[in-house]
């Protein structure tokens, strides 16, 4: 007797490794970023905005291949909606608001803040979602 998540499964295929490291390193990137934008926050050392801004960019480029994997995952998916579709656009918000952030990093210093801190906050937020969700993904309903 087959359980009903073997029925029906909504995703057969969990991520790959690489596509796990590649999720679980957007994390770290984009808090260190907030982390990073927090001190230039309160000590107004002009050192951590461009700490924030490299971070930023790393953040991106793990965040547009995980992003790369969530599509070919998505159009492999046997059904297009549910969880795949649902990292895959938790993903995309990710890479879209932390884009703005880059270019509000872009800016001068003083000129980021505070502006570049919230989105460091709402980005690392969306990051820590899409990766918890994306590393979910059951195969089977196995346990």
Excluded at 23 to 41: E, I, K, Q, R
Aim: net charge positive; charged share 5%; with cysteine.
């Amino acid at each position: 007797m087959s359980s009903p998540a073997m029925a029906n499964p909504a995703y057969r295929h969990p991520p790959s490794p690489l596509h796990a490291i590649l999720l679980g390193g957007t994390v770290p990137l984009f808090l260190g970023a907030l982390l990073s934008d927090y001190a230039y926050y309160t000590s107004h050392q002009i050192q951590w905005s461009n700490f924030a801004s490299w971070l930023i960019a790393g953040g991106l480029l793990f965040c547009g291949l995980a992003l790369l994997f969530a599509l070919v995952n998505l159009l492999r998916a046997p059904r297009k909606a549910g969880h795949p579709l649902v990292v895959f656009l938790l993903l995309l918000a990710t890479f879209a608001l932390g884009l703005i952030n880059a270019f509000e990093h872009a800016k001068d210093a003083w000129a980021a803040m505070p502006s570049g801190l919230v989105l460091s906050v709402i980005v690392t937020l969306l990051a820590c979602v899409a990766a918890w969700m994306g590393l979910n993904l059951r195969s089977g309903g196995a346990k």
